[in-house]
Structures are given as C-alpha cells and as structure tokens.
T-cell receptor, first 110, second 115 residues
Framework: DVKVTQSSRYLVKRTGEKVFLECVQDMDHENMFWYRQDPGLGLRLIYFSYDVKMKEKGDIPEGYSVSREKKERFSLILESASTNQTSMYLC?????????FGSGTQLSVL | DQQVKQNSPSLSVQEGRISILNCDYTNSMFDYFLWYKKYPAEGPTFLISISSIKDKNEDGRFTVFLNKSAKHLSLHIVPSQPGDSAVYFCAASANGGTSYGKLTFGQGTILTVHP
C-alpha cells in the first residue's frame, strides 16, 4: 500500500505567520490532494495536483497555496495564518478515487 | 452548498446487529461513490465503492446500495463488530475514473458498536 507521511501531527502557530505543511508519498502516484476536515463539514478539498509543478484549485482554496516541485512531495502553504484556518489537514495520494491518506496535521492558529 | 449529505451525525448499534449508514447527494453528475472509514488519529481509509451502473456492491460484511432515482446510497455492515466503531464518510465523484480522484465528501457519521 501507498504510505503518505505528513511531517507534523500537531502544530500551533500565531495569526499572521506563514505556515508550511509537508506531505510525502512513497509510491509513484501522479495525483496528490490537500483536504481539511472540520466538525459538521466533513472533508473539503483545498488544492490538488496531477503532475509535478501542476496545481488545481479545489473547493476552498482561499488563503492557501501549494507547491509540487517533486513528484513525491506536495506542500500546503498558509501565507498568513488566520484563526479560521484552525483545522485538521489531510494529505492524500492516488491514481483514482481510491485515495491513500496521511494521518493528518492538527493545526491551531492562535 | 453541501452536495453530499450524511444527515445522521451518529449511530449506535449492538454487536452482531446490522449497521445502516445513509448518504444523499444532489449533483446528478456524480457517477462513482465511495465509503471511507476513519479511526481517531488516523487518516481515512478506503472501504468500498460503487459505480452508477450498479445498484449493489458487496465485500464481505460490507454492502453498498445505490438508488440513483432517489440520489441515495447506504452502507450496510452485517454483523457489526466493536472494531467497526469509527467515523464513516460517504464520497462522490463525477466522470468516475477520469476525475483524478477529486472527491466530494459528506459530513461523516460516527458509528459506535457496543459489545
């Protein structure tokens, strides 16, 4: 099975800080995704990428950007963190709809 | 605009009985549906899926039913086991197989199976 690793399990940042969330997959999957999970809202797609240096906006891209310089690594960037970006962030990889998810990063913005 | 809805936030079931989790969708372009299971402190894992050309798909104790006219799908777990206690997410995609895995998820249902 694909292993998707997110660099931090918990992260606490201050409002206005620039935040990097890193994700690495150990298989050769083209497609990678960033979701956030919030109570009562489920998982919502922030950005996805289907090739190196390619990126597509998901349903809630505002306040976020991404970087995919290498096939195995997909980074989510919060340019200026805000309290409404406190959430669980989940990275995923896969070739089709059967995605493999990382364990998530719980980000708290104070 | 929630295109995939799981209207029951939680479900409690006795071990050995059937668990039925429900999901409704509004986008008629959706043609591929999946269920994911999520344990605390872990990412969601794929459980079972169904294409819109079918109305039922079975995998061991898990069966997914699709009613296209009602835009409704359900996940049946028989018999339920305590290890099935988790959050279950329904998900859907349009242009199944070519959408690069771009999924729309429901809110999730917390299933608790009591011994």
């Amino acid at each position: 099975d694909v292993k998707v690793t997110q660099s931090s399990r918990y992260l606490v940042k201050r409002t206005g800080e620039k935040v990097f969330l890193e994700c690495v997959q150990d298989m050769d999957h083209e497609n990678m995704f960033w979701y956030r999970q919030d109570p009562g809202l489920g998982l919502r797609l922030i950005y996805f990428s289907y090739d190196v240096k390619m990126k597509e906006k998901g349903d809630i891209p505002e306040g976020y950007s991404v970087s995919r310089e290498k096939k195995e690594r997909f980074s989510l960037i919060l340019e200026s963190a805000s309290t409404n970006q406190t959430s669980m962030y989940l990275c995923a990889a896969g070739e089709n709809e059967k995605l493999f998810f990382g364990s998530g990063t719980q980000l708290s913005v104070l | 605009d929630q295109q995939v809805k799981q209207n029951s936030p939680s479900l409690s079931v006795q071990e050995g009985r059937i668990s039925i989790l429900n999901c409704d969708y509004t986008n008629s372009m959706f043609d591929y549906f999946l269920w994911y299971k999520k344990y605390p402190a872990e990412g969601p894992t794929f459980l079972i899926s169904i294409s819109s050309i079918k109305d039922k798909n079975e995998d061991g104790r898990f069966t997914v039913f699709l009613n296209k006219s009602a835009k409704h799908l359900s996940l049946h777990i028989v018999p339920s086991q305590p290890g099935d206690s988790a959050v279950y997410f329904c998900a859907a995609s349009a242009n199944g197989g070519t959408s690069y895995g771009k999924l729309t998820f429901g809110q999730g249902t917390i299933l608790t199976v009591h011994p």
